[in-house]
């Protein structure tokens, strides 16, 4: 499977983005996507994640309550919507693949990765 992340960008404290991960390549109910990011000198760190089928969420403490992740069967992507941003949002996120029906916050659990897409929140 193969994904294109892409909505990123420079937006300032309170603002919004919505990021896009277009999955194609051999795609299946089967999977959980997620997204992750990685800002400057920090380790990458779950943000959310979405089952493919039945749509179960679920979401890091720091962003609960203001990304949502949803996705778009008929056009195979999934989004992030990310609403009231922080400056400690910066990072570069990245969408992920996992084989599983069950969702999972550890990164070594997804094998398809996206490119990055960079989202940089000004104060």
């Known amino acids: 499977v193969q994904l294109q992340a892409s909505g990123g960008g420079l937006v300032q404290a309170g603002g919004s983005l919505r990021l896009s991960c277009q999955v194609s390549?051999?795609?299946?109910?089967?999977?959980?996507m997620g997204w992750f990011r990685q800002a400057p000198g920090k380790e990458r760190e779950f943000v959310a994640a979405?089952?493919?089928?039945?749509?179960?969420?679920f979401y890091a403490n720091a962003v609960r309550g203001r990304f949502t992740i949803f996705r778009d069967n008929a056009n195979n992507t999934v989004y992030l919507q990310m609403n009231s941003l922080k400056p400690e949002d910066t990072a570069v996120y990245y969408c992920?693949?996992?084989?599983?029906?069950?969702?999972?916050?550890?990164?070594?659990?997804?094998?398809?990765w996206g490119q990055g897409t960079q989202v940089t929140v000004s104060s």
């Open positions: 979405i089952t493919w089928s039945a749509g179960i969420s």
């Open positions: 992920a693949a996992r084989t599983y029906l069950t969702g999972s916050v550890d990164e070594k659990d997804y094998s398809s």
């Open positions: 390549g051999r795609t299946s109910s089967s999977y959980t």
